[in-house]
């Protein structure tokens, strides 16, 4: 059974700093393709980061010099840096694997409120 499990969201004042992890189970972890969405209130759901299995990131132009994404294939788990946070980061934030041939998959989301 593939599982996504997201962690690390919360309440963070304006300029405030965040770490997300995503821990994966039941997939060929190095294979796919990591991404971090987010859906903020009345919005639709966009790509914040991805990072490739050798290591190569892309960023939202939103976020590119605060958020940092990275993964730890010996703990099948990817994680989003989020600094100098703004009101208009807030969203919930979705873990997404994704390979061209395999299955697409989704975790549960977590809230990331930005308080100004």
């Known amino acids: 059974q593939v599982q996504l499990v997201e962690s690390g969201g919360g309440l963070v004042e304006s300029g405030g700093s965040l770490r997300l992890s995503c821990a994966a189970s039941g997939i060929l972890f190095s294979v796919y393709v990591m991404n971090w969405y987010r859906q903020g209130p009345g919005k639709q759901r966009e790509l914040v980061a991805s990072i490739t299995s050798d290591g190569s990131t892309n960023y939202a132009d939103s976020v590119k010099g605060r958020f940092t994404i990275s993964r730890d294939s010996g703990k099948n788990t990817v994680y989003l840096q989020m600094n100098s946070l703004k009101p208009e980061d807030t969203a919930v934030y979705y873990c997404?694997?994704?390979?061209?041939?395999?299955?697409?998959?989704w975790g549960q989301g977590t809230q990331v409120t930005v308080s100004s």
């Open positions: 997404n694997a994704a390979h061209k041939i395999f299955n697409t998959y």
